[in-house]
């Protein structure tokens, strides 16, 4: 999601996240949206899950519900595209150590989501057992204000490419390779 819709999409949610009072970022919001997708849970179940974990269990109002409605759209849009044109919402104009912590925060919500909706999330195996603790360690990023911001910066690039081809990775998991459902045959 870099692009100039998605920053002012990423300010948007900001602000409507603020002015209902629901302590999350737009990013934060993007990486639990982007779990729940990635583990499977695309029916309309999925809103009733954020409104749990983010608003006590009411409903959002109508600005900040639309809002959220567009970007799981278009975060379901993008992880179906086999043009690989997801993102993660991280706010690209403010400095190095807020998009750390945006992507801290998508990172941990990301295996909030993830974890909700996999049940067998804590029995995962080979790759997949790897990116969960990658993820994990990742969740867990900090920064030291004396580090240089030019290998910061390079840092997160890679970074964040690693946990969006990740996110990607999982959602290819969970949704794609699930065994199909085979209608029975009538003779």
């Not at 179940?45 to 608003?55: K, Q």
């Not at 997801?86 to 912590?101: A, G, M, R, S, V």
């Not at 030019?150 to 065994?179: D, H, K, W």
């Amino acid at each position: 999601m870099k692009n100039t819709n998605s920053q002012s999409l990423y300010h948007i949610l900001n602000i409507a996240l603020s002015h209902q009072e629901v302590g999350l970022t737009a990013a934060e919001l993007h990486g639990l949206i982007s779990g729940i997708l990635c583990g499977g849970k695309s029916d309309n179940s999925w809103s009733t899950l954020v409104y749990e974990l983010t608003n006590d269990g009411i409903a959002f109002s109508s600005e900040l519900n639309q809002q959220t409605q567009k970007l799981y759209h278009l975060t379901k849009e993008a992880l179906e595209d086999s043009d690989l044109t997801f993102q993660l919402l991280i706010d690209e104009e403010t400095t190095i150590y807020n998009q750390i912590d945006d992507l801290v925060g998508w990172v941990n919500h990301f295996l909030l989501g993830l974890g909700l909706v996999v049940p067998t999330f804590g029995s995962l195996n080979g790759e997949m057992k790897e990116l969960i603790e990658d993820f994990r360690n990742i969740g867990n990023l900090g920064y030291d204000e004396e580090d240089s911001p030019e290998e910061m910066e390079s840092a997160l690039t890679e970074i964040i490419e690693y946990v969006r081809m990740g996110a990607i990775m999982c959602y290819n998991e969970f949704n794609l390779n699930q065994p199909s459902v085979e209608e029975p045959v009538l003779h």
